[in-house]
Every structure is written in C-alpha cells, then in structure tokens.
C-alpha cells in the first residue's frame, strides 16, 4: 500500500480533482447566452464521424495486418512490423504538416494526384472533417495492428500446432480458430481507438483549424478555442463536460471488454485455398504500407530537395536536385524547442516509471488497491480536454505557465495511466516464486531488491513509450507554455518541438520546404526512440513478456 502512495496523490491531483472541478465550473457558469450561435450539434456529428471512422478502418486493417504479420517468419514478420508502425512514431503535429502537403499541396500534392482528385478535400465544408479522419486512421491503424498482432502471438503454441496437425487451411484457422482468441483485444484495440480519437485535438487544429466554418470543428477543439482563445470560461468548460460525459460510455465499454473472460468475437466458416489467401492478404498489404509510409518518404524528400521541385506537375516523386538548407536552418532554429522537449520527455518518463511500477505491481497483490486499475485505465482513455480547465488554473496559480516544471508535473498523467496497464499485465502472470524465496531468505524491500531488476524488459518497454507519448503532446504544450527556452539558468520558456513544427505555418502562405523539415526535424528523435520501443514491445510479444489485453 505505501509504494502505491505518491501514484495515488498524483491522479488525485491530477485527474480526479480537475476531472470534477469541470463539472463544478460547467454548473456554476453556464448560461445559453455563452454558447452563443455555436452549432453544438454539428461540432459532436464531427466528433462521432471523426472517432467512429477512425476506429472502424483502422481496427479493421489493423487487424489483417496482424495475420499477416503472424503468417511470416521471425525475422521477415519484425521487418513488416516495424513499418507499419512508422506513422505510430511520428507526433501528430508533424503528421498533419506532412499530410497537409501530400494531400493537395497548393495542387502539387501525391495522394490526390494518385486519385484524380482536382481540389483540396481540407477546403471544402462537405469533405473537411473527411479529409482530417482519414489522417487520423493513419494514425491508429498501427496503435490497433500492435495491440492485436501481441493477442495473436499470445496464441497457446499448442493450438496453433494441433490446427496443422488436423489439416486446416489458412484462412479456417484464423477466421474459425484463432478470431475468437483474439476478439478481446479486436475490441479492446476498437474501443481505444475511439476514445483516443474522442480527444484528437492536433490533427483538426494543425490542419484545419476547425474550419471552414465549423466543418471540421470537434469537442476537443471548440473548447480550446472559447476558453483559451477567446476567454469563454463558461462556454469551454461546458463542452469540456460534455466531452467527459461522451467519452465515459467508451471508457465503460473498455473496461467491460478488458475484463470480460468471454469471446466476443464469432467463430468464422470461411475457406480458401493457401495460396489465394497469400495473395489477396499480400495485395492488401502493399496498398496499405504505400499509404502508410509514402508519407513519411515525401516528407523527407520535400525537405531536402530544390523548391522548384515543389511546384511541378505531375509531382516529383524523385528529387534532381538536393538542398539542404531548409533542413539545416529547421535543425539550427528548433535547438531550444528540441532542449525542451527533451527535458521534459525524459523527467516524464522517469516520474512515469518511478510511481507506476510500483502501483502496478501493488494492484496485483492487493484487493483493497484493485480499484486503482480501472480508475487508471479510465482516466487514460478520457480526453486531456475534459479536464484542462482546472489544469491550466492551477499550473498558473503555481506560477509554473511557460516553465518546464509545468510540463513535467501536468504530462505524467497521460503516461503513469497507461504504465499502471501495462505493467500491471506483466506483474499479474510473475511467478510468485521469487517473492516466496524472498520471504524465505528473508530479504527486505523485495520488490526494490528483487522484483525491479526481473522487470526490466517492461520498465525499459514502459519508458520508451512514456517518453513517446511525452514528445508527441501537442495540446498541453499549447496551453501551458507561449515562448521557447531562451538558453539561459534558471530555465525560462518551454515550447516544445511541436510548436515548433506548428510554427512552420505562416499567416499568409506556406513553405513546403521549411514546413516538411520542421516536421522533419520534430520527428527525428522520437523516430530513432520509437523504431527502438516497438522493436522490443514485439519481441515481448513472441516472448509473451509484454501484453496489452
């Protein structure tokens, strides 16, 4: 219970105080005359189209993804892995740069020169929020391919050894044997990927800025622009309450299907010969990973080539000419953001570390703690909208806006929720072998001398992925700070590399170069981290070391 402590103080703090103080604000301040004309039930129709699309496409091709990956060897399966998680390891800032680029460009763009399209989807009311959703699968197809890929890995060997031995094809063993083993994470990797989208604020803002009108204007983003933008406290706050109340019935499905022993998926008669199975998933493959890594690919040639290659039509796709100057020039400027962000990620992941291992490992010893694991996982799924109001008011009254102890002390919120998972799955199949021969010999502080040192393949899973999320945030760094560090002590400043990247629109027009190798340059280290992260999380999954479900 007393390692469980400061984990508890700080969601208290954190979480659960700001999460109810928003209802308290929304109740005490609201009027109709706040809301003003702003069209509520537009702004959620473009909530629910943004997140119910975003988790059906990417849930599902995530999961063929996954059989794909599971039919390949070791070696080729990590290779397939790991590129389709690269846009898992680009921050959304950069994602919607970099996508604003490809789609239209000024004319100029590869995907809607690939489909015949004459307009800019992003320009358009009808289209808009489209246009964004579609980035945002883009997202999450990897984040569901990871969560299901590790459920069909967990597949007892011995089944899948028995389906061979009775002589059933490919496709009767996935879709008849192996779809209800992994239906738990299907629906849990559905359901996260809905809430998460729930609180997408970077892909409408950087992209569209919710427009045109309120086109592509959702919860997250309404609530930002009248409390911080325009000083609507009564306003923001009662969107921010009815975000928290939309996104508690997904949160309440997760938890559902997270503790549910049972299937919820059905056992499929579907039969096709090996080979024509190979080659309809392999197809579908190769048109998935062009339109997962394509890009990431133009994002680094625009960044490095002439600009008059920019503007070329048919695009360019093979770079004559390079210029590195954008490049070099993003790389000088973004020194103090990159510092900060740097700082920040790494105090993140530490302080993550640091109260959630040992909650987690607490939860599974004790029943009078079990109820920290749903409040953990219930509070990592709610959108950092529902509760930024009080957030920000006491960061501020702390007189830590614009500083990086701000960051430090809001951010763990996001990370420490979703270690307690994490760990908590690995603590709770330990063998309880070591803390018996512990008491045995009569070893104290067990878990620091004994239970640590045999989890270090999560704890080092946990802090990678802790200082991922970290670097990704966009939205608190937003808020919370309004100057890069100005490279002096004591430290004053903390924009991020995302605002970085973000600063590369300018009012009145765009340099694809310049914005490309700031995205560029945002996603660099966190890319080299990442490809390091994920290569160990699926190795954790043929080891059964790392589970998500």
């Known amino acids: 219970m007393r390692y469980s402590i400061p984990y508890i103080i700080y969601i208290a703090i954190f979480a659960i105080f700001p999460f109810v103080f928003t209802f308290i604000f929304a109740g005490l301040h609201f009027s109709l005359k706040s809301i003003g004309i702003i069209p509520i039930t537009e702004i959620v129709k473009n909530t629910f189209i943004f997140s119910v699309f975003t988790a059906v496409f990417a849930t599902v091709v995530g999961y063929f993804l996954a059989i794909v990956a599971d039919m390949l060897t070791r070696r080729w399966a990590r290779l397939f892995s790991l590129f389709v998680i690269l846009p898992f390891t680009i921050p959304f800032t950069a994602s919607a740069l970099i996508w604003s680029i490809s789609l239209y460009g000024g004319g100029y763009g590869w995907f809607t020169y690939l489909l015949h399209i004459a307009y800019d989807p992003l320009y358009f009311p009808s289209t808009a929020i489209y246009g964004v959703t579609l980035v945002s699968i883009w997202t999450s197809i990897p984040f569901a391919f990871l969560i299901i890929f590790s459920a069909f890995k967990s597949i007892p060997q011995e089944v899948v050894e028995s389906s061979q031995v009775d002589g059933l094809k490919l496709s009767e063993y996935y879709f008849s044997v192996a779809n209800p083993l992994i239906g738990k994470a299907f629906w849990t990797a559905f359901i996260l990927n809905f809430v998460l989208s729930l609180g997408n604020f970077d892909l409408p803002y950087v992209m569209t800025g919710g427009g045109p009108g309120y086109a592509s204007t959702t919860l997250p983003l309404i609530v930002y622009e009248e409390f911080f933008i325009l000083d609507n406290v009564p306003a923001g706050a009662f969107f921010a309450a009815i975000l928290s109340i939309i996104a508690t019935i997904p949160s309440i499905g997760l938890l559902y299907a997270i503790k549910e022993k049972r299937s919820p998926m059905p056992s499929l008669r579907i039969r096709l010969n090996d080979e024509m199975f190979k080659i309809i998933l392999g197809a579908f493959s190769a048109v998935v990973l062009f339109f997962l890594d394509m890009p990431i690919y133009w994002m680094i040639i625009v960044s490095i080539r002439s600009p008059i290659e920019d503007f070329i039509s048919p695009p360019d796709f093979f770079p004559t000419k390079i210029d590195m100057s954008f490049l070099v020039d993003a790389a000088r400027d973004s020194i103090p953001y990159m510092i900060s962000s740097i700082v920040v990620s790494l105090a993140v992941a530490l302080i993550t570390i640091f109260i959630s291992s040992a909650a987690s490992f607490e939860i599974t010893k004790s029943k009078r703690l079990s109820f920290l694991l749903p409040l953990s996982i219930y509070f990592y799924s709610l959108p950092s909208a529902s509760y930024i109001i009080p957030v920000y008011l006491m960061i501020s009254f702390l007189g830590l806006l614009n500083t990086w102890w701000g960051l430090i002390l809001a951010s763990p919120v996001f990370t420490a929720t979703y270690s307690v998972w994490l760990m908590y799955n690995f603590f709770s199949v330990m063998p309880k072998s070591y803390e018996e021969a512990a008491d045995v010999f009569g070893i104290k502080n067990k878990f620091f001398r004994i239970i640590l040192p045999l989890s270090r393949p999560v704890l080092i899973s946990s802090f990678l992925l802790s200082f991922i999320f970290s670097w990704h945030l966009l939205f608190y760094p937003l808020v919370l700070t309004y100057t890069p560090y100005c490279m002096n002590f004591p430290p004053q400043g903390s924009e991020t590399v995302t605002i970085f990247a973000l600063n590369a629109i300018g009012d009145l027009t765009i340099n694809w170069g310049e914005l490309a ?30 589970k998500f479900v």
């Open 517 to 546: 190798s700031s995205a560029l340059i945002s996603s660099i280290p966190v890319l080299i981290v990442a490809w390091y992260a994920i290569d160990r999380v699926i190795k954790g999954a043929y080891k059964g070391g790392l």
